[in-house]
């Protein structure tokens, strides 16, 4: 008999998920629209639906068109009715956002501290995260997602190495989890990424996407069939230690020739610099003359914008490289969008188009027939989004305690 009641509560809590994701997938339904595309009765539903208004998830609007029957009653899902907290942690500073169950920001919070050392900038993170927390009523934070840079563990919350960073083995859950009492998930800063475009960007209508972020570091988060894909040890997405320049400059990973070597944010700085030592003409000229340390992706993009031919030449080998490995995964996962984001592309945005002529130039056809190679739309906002999503996918919102990938982690559009 209590394995019997067990299995019992544990489908009634996956029938509330189950409505849950539906409700907030599609924000006006009613009660017969629910039983028709979820299969459960009526009796079920109506029960759902009661506890769901009395928890406040559900507003009652009022009566709907008649379809030939009965008025149904509309149902409106209200996304304020709990919140979740998205952090980005990084070298030169924080960014923190508080958002509602359908990650959409509600508050915004940053520092531009530079942190030595992970550690520091799990520090640095605490205030916002106190300070976005104060702002809401008591028992309504559903939980924290940071997004790192770097491999984490899921399980522990501890990013294992982010070598372009030196930091190694950082706990950044624990002392969360510590200071503030919910759950707190963790994961790398571009699969986060890609998870925002999925919930809130250009990947809303799409169900595959491959979201490209560019920094120090080059990484990829996936999305498949709406749910980001997860490897065996969560190492998957490292496009940037994909070789694509045989026998090229080393990389920190130990092999030669790796795309973030040769297409990362340091590697393109130092294409310009030598350009301009080899005394080539150009709009950052002024820099050859022992001002070289000073040049920032900012200023290469500005000069982009101008269509400085020495920018534009570097940038065209580097679209190269970018297009080589982006030719691979969209051969290999064949995605709707292929989004390109970080800091590198919102310095220097001219090199998404060059980057999709590659695409176009080197994929399949029949990929890149139906292929869209954009931006990100979120832009530095992508990451603590992505990593409030994340937490909202994990951590179930209808259960008390329960904690399970919800059955839909991406709204979905539409009325039902």
Known sequence: MQGLRVDSEVARELNRATVFDLVRGRRVVSRAGLARETGLSKATISEIVDEFIQEGFIRTLGPGESSGGRRPVLLEFD?????????????????????????????????????????????????????????????????????????????????RTAPDLGWRDVSVGPPLVARFSVPVAVV??????????????????????????????ITAGIVIGGHLYRGVTQSEGAVGHTIVLPDGPLCSCGNRGCLQAVAGAPAILSRIREELRAGRPGLLAEFAEGKLDLLTLEQVGGAAARDDPLVLGVLGEIAQHLGIAATNLVNILNPRVLIFGGPVIRAIP????????????????????????VPSQLGRDAIPIGAAAFLLSQVSVVGPGASFPSPSPRPGPGPV
């Open 188 to 217: 790398n800063r571009g699969k986060a990424a890609a998870l925002a475009e999925a919930w809130c960007g250009t990947g809303r209508a799409v169900d595959n996407l491959v979201y490209v972020s560019i920094s120090t570091g």
């Open 79 to 159: 996304p304020h009715a709990r919140f979740a907290i998205g952090v980005e942690l990084g070298d030169a500073g924080c960014l923190a956002v508080l958002t509602d169950l359908n990650a959409h920001p509600v508050r915004t919070l940053t520092t531009t501290a530079r942190a030595a050392s992970g550690d520091e900038a799990v520090v640095a993170a605490i205030p916002l995260v106190a300070e976005l927390r104060a702002g809401i009523p008591a028992g309504n934070l559903l939980g924290i997602g940071v997004g790192t840079p770097g491999l984490v563990e899921f399980q522990t919350g501890i990013l």
């Open 350 to 373: 001219a090199l998404v188009p060059l980057v999709r002529s590659e695409v176009r130039r080197r994929a399949l056809s029949v990929s890149a027939g139906a292929l869209e190679v």
